[in-house]
């Protein structure tokens, strides 16, 4: 090989070095599942880490509450990372990340195996975070985290419960309406009743069975996710028993909800 090769070689080398160690020092956004990114792949070789880049936090909120979540790579050092939301806002903890773009990333070169931040959701709903993360060159290699999924509940109820009894049975449209792929549907009871709530299609066939038991009184949120079935319009009923040997005894209400993929 030639004196010019073999430096340009060299040259070719220990910049990939660099890149691997230090890509993107200020950071790099839409690069997690969210916005389909091909991760950190461009600037960092090594193999998939995918199974060693985790988030941890709360996996239920309600609306507006902030909930506090930990980024962590397994083995080696966190050098670079992109966290993403489905909704809401993500907020820093470390001082080494920032907000770029409703995303969060490195503003220096990271330090350590982990960072943390928060995110406040804005909608109900089975939502998620998602995150990518670099790992330094004595290791190498980046990877996805799993999709972290969180059930987020309206303000003011409980999840299950709320502490007033409701009057009357009732059954609350279901929001978001039109929705793909969760929405989530309320409804109120006076008094403990078995409860069925189902969904059917046009023709009355039923596609799911959300709720099929006795329930204490309260109001109550129930999220549906309905990946796996087909677009269109689809109908949710309550139907509401205080007695289930009294089948004459019955609240049934009746809504329609659409679903758009």
């Known amino acids: 090989m030639s004196c ?17 160690a230090w890509a993107y020092p200020s950071g790099i ?27 941890s936090g709360p996996t239920s909120l309600k609306v507006g509450q902030a909930g506090t979540y930990t980024l962590t790579i397994g083995s080696g050092t966190l050098i670079g990372c992109d966290i993403a939301a489905s909704s809401g806002t993500l907020a820093k903890i470390s001082t080494a990340l920032r907000l770029a773009d409703g995303e969060l990333t490195q503003s220096q070169g990271l330090t350590g195996t982990s960072v943390q931040f928060t995110w406040t959701p804005s909608v109900a709903g089975a939502e998620m975070l998602y995150a990518t993360g ?14 972290f999924g969180v059930i987020v509940t309206p ?27 969760s929405t989530t549907i309320q409804f109120s009871l006076p008094r403990s009743a078995q409860v069925s709530l189902t ?23 129930i999220q549906w996710n309905a990946s796996g079935i087909p677009s269109g319009m689809y109908f949710y009923r309550l139907e509401a028993r ?17 679903l758009l993929k």
């Open 199 to 221: 969904v059917v299609n046009l023709i009355g066939e039923k596609v799911a069975t959300l709720v099929s038991r006795r329930i204490e009184q309260g109001t109550h949120a």
């Open 155 to 181: 303000a003011g109820l409980s999840g299950i419960d709320q502490e007033e009894t409701p009057a009357t049975f009732s059954l609350d449209q279901n929001f978001p309406n039109p929705f793909n792929p």
């Open 242 to 258: 205080h007695d289930a040997e009294s089948p004459g005894q019955a609240f049934i209400q009746v809504r329609k909800l659409l």
């Open 29 to 55: 956004t839409g690069v997690t599942r969210k916005s389909g990114g091909s991760g950190c792949a461009g600037c960092h070789s090594g193999a998939s880490i995918d199974g060693l880049v985790t988030i």
């Open 134 to 147: 670099a790992r330094d060159s004595k290791k190498g290699g980046w990877g996805h985290s799993a999709d």
């Open 4 to 20: 010019k090769k073999t430096i340009s070689a060299l040259l070719g080398l220990l910049v990939c070095s660099t890149i691997v």
